[in-house]
């Protein structure tokens, strides 16, 4: 689930999937931690965009 930025999971499991799959697509772990606000054109730049 996805509110306002940041994801929630139900285990550690699905946390440790979700961060992997971000990971995969070339974020760091500072662009998982900021989440979508960073990723959608806020003040601080993440390496994708």
């Keep these: 689930m ?4 940041y ?3 139900e285990n550690l ?3 440790e ?3 992997l799959e971000d990971l995969n697509q070339g974020y760091d772990l500072v662009d998982v931690a900021y ?3 960073l990723r959608c054109g806020g003040s601080l730049r993440c390496s994708k965009c």
């Design 17 to 19: 999937k979700s961060i």
């Design 7 to 9: 994801t929630i999971r």
């Design 2 to 5: 996805s509110n306002n930025g």
């Design 35 to 37: 989440g979508e606000a």
């Design 13 to 15: 499991v699905e946390f």
